[in-house]
């Protein structure tokens, strides 16, 4: 297959996907919501949404255009996807495909569905992807590999799949730098960096650094709306646990109902809970976040700086936006 018969089958996924019925959309979401509780209406919303941002036709091609895609010899590239949130591999499996390699595909427990029916719909776009993917229990006969999983499992990646060309992830989260000056759409909007997905994903906003004597009153009334988390059962039981843990320890903390903010100096904050610490000068902040750069995603501000990203963009990545900075085109189009 020539690059443009690859670029194009994306570009019919993108349409297909803004096309989705709202018959379909019921029935995906009945069937992720049974595979893994967390994936309920809203979630499986986003994600498909997000895909049709990262497959936009006209960035797509900007995007490629900065590669020079001559396939030597196809390789096989072992896939370990996540599934924390709905179709994350996605991004990884698409550039595989367009790089002109085959993709050996371990797929997520908690992701099983969904990521099977993104295959279906491109596979059914372009059928000659059907013998570029094979999805599979174990890894075996690869070229190459790119795994993404926790701290824990990247040890295991590391010692089975070190010997091969190897992308390997580890946990991050994202950060938020608030100034004490942000407007009320500011602070929805970070609402949303905090909240969409339960914050399970990496690119969650899971701390936020504050100045001192920071008022946190306006930010829990713009987000009561996110008050509807709690509608899910596991969210609840996450946050009824956590919250007795703070009240049998006397942890100081802020209770909206629906989210625990707590101070502390970690970066990775559990489900429902939200880590806040505040900064006395930016110049230590930026020493933090440089010194803990490969523990974190994004980092979210209205402040000027090429680093920060604006309030609500974290769940909407570019398609050049690659997980922890890794260029995995160029890295394909090199092994």
Not at 179 to 192: D, P
Request: a positive charge; hydrophobic letters at 40%; proline letters at 4%.
């Amino acid at each position: 297959m020539r690059l443009e018969e690859r670029l194009s089958a994306f570009v019919k996924l993108n349409q297909t996907l803004i096309e989705l019925s709202s018959a379909e959309y019921a029935q995906i979401i009945t069937q992720a919501t049974k595979n893994n509780h967390w994936f309920n209406a809203p979630s499986v919303k986003q994600a498909v949404l997000g895909l049709i941002h990262l497959t936009e036709p006209i960035k797509m091609k900007s995007w490629l255009s900065n590669y020079e895609i001559k396939l030597m010899k196809q390789k096989i590239i072992g896939l370990i996807m996540a599934g924390n949130i709905p179709m994350v591999g996605f991004h990884d499996l698409m550039c595989i495909l367009l790089s002109g390699h085959k993709a050996a595909i371990k797929l997520s427990g908690q992701d099983l569905f969904l990521m099977q029916w993104i295959i279906k719909k491109i596979c059914k776009i372009e059928p000659k992807f059907i013998n570029q993917i094979n999805i599979c229990n174990q890894l075996k006969n690869m070229d190459a590999v790119i795994a993404t999983g926790s701290n824990n499992t990247a040890r295991y990646f590391d010692y089975y799949f070190g010997k091969y060309p190897h992308i390997i992830r580890k946990n991050r989260t994202s950060v938020a730098v608030l100034s004490g000056n942000e407007s009320c759409n500011e602070l929805k909007k970070l609402g949303q960096d905090v909240f969409t997905y339960f914050g399970l994903g990496c690119r969650n906003v899971s701390k936020i650094w504050v100045p001192k004597n920071y008022d946190f009153s306006p930010l829990i009334d713009i987000w009561i709306p996110f008050k509807k988390q709690t509608d899910n059962f596991k969210y609840q039981n996450n946050y009824d646990y956590n919250k007795s843990i703070y009240l049998v320890n006397g942890v100081p903390h802020l209770d909206t109902g629906f989210l625990l903010l707590t101070e502390s100096e970690a970066l990775t904050s559990p489900i429902s809970v939200l880590y806040y610490q505040h900064y006395q000068s930016s110049y230590d902040l930026d020493q933090y976040l440089h010194e803990h750069q490969n523990k974190i995603q994004c980092v979210v501000s209205s402040l000027a700086s090429k680093k920060f990203i604006p309030f609500g963009q974290t769940q909407i990545p570019e398609v050049s936006d690659y997980a922890d900075g890794i260029d995995v085109m160029q890295f394909l189009n090199t092994i």
